[in-house]
Each structure stands twice: as C-alpha cells, then as structure tokens.
C-alpha cells in the first residue's frame, strides 16, 4: 500500500483546487476526482484533518443549488414552477401521491383485489 504525501492546510487547498469547479457543476466527488486524478481516498482523509478543505467541498457543491434555487425563486409566477417548488418543500399537502375522498379525507391505504386470479384448488 503507498503512503500518502503529509501536506500542510494550503497545500492541501490547492491540491483540491481542479476538483471545485467540476463539483460546482453538478458532479459527484468520485467523478470528480476520477477526472481530475486526484485520490476519493486522500480528499476524504483532507476533509477531515481540514476544515478549510471540508468547507470549500461543500461550498462547491452547494453552488449549482444557490443557482437553481435563485432561478426558481425568480421564476415563481410561472405556475408550474411554484407548484413543482410546493410539491417538493410540502410533500404531504402538495405532493403527487396523495388521494382524496370524495369528502376531503385523506386515503391511507388502497386494498386491490384482483378478480379471477384466485389459485385453483386441486
């Protein structure tokens, strides 16, 4: 097994650096680190003996959601987007998969039956 190179706090920044802009477009940290050939193993023993390295991951990541959450907060006078946004944040009220009665009650559970697949009796 290689041993792995002891880094100080800035060396060990700008070791993660090529990595940052591909989290901040959407890709995991394997993929990543599989493109810019940087260790999975080395990042995550970085982020945490550092926590300067830790935050800046993170940072990355959370960029392309501060992007898209700003595009829907601008766009909530388009319909479809408020409701997809209520859909998400309220899952219980607004969510797809919640049956109403005919009387406003909630349905908890669907009993199916299915008609002529009863099992044969020998």
Not at 30 to 56: G, M, P, R, W
Request: glycine share 4%; charged share 30%.
């Amino acid at each position: 097994m290689a041993r792995g190179i002891e880094r100080t706090e800035e060396e060990a920044l700008n070791y993660i650096k090529p990595i940052l802009p591909l989290l901040q477009r959407g890709m995991s940290e394997v993929q990543s680190c599989d493109y810019a050939k940087i260790s999975v193993d080395t990042l995550n023993h970085y982020k945490v003996k550092f926590e300067s390295v830790y935050i800046e991951i993170r940072t990355a990541k959370m960029h392309l959601i501060a992007q898209a959450s700003d595009t829907v907060s601008k766009n909530l006078n388009d319909p479809k987007i408020a409701l997809e946004v209520l859909k998400r944040r309220s899952k219980d009220t607004w969510g797809d998969n919640i049956d109403i009665t005919t009387t406003g009650d909630k349905v908890t559970g669907i009993d199916v039956r299915l008609i002529g697949n009863e099992p044969t009796k020998n």
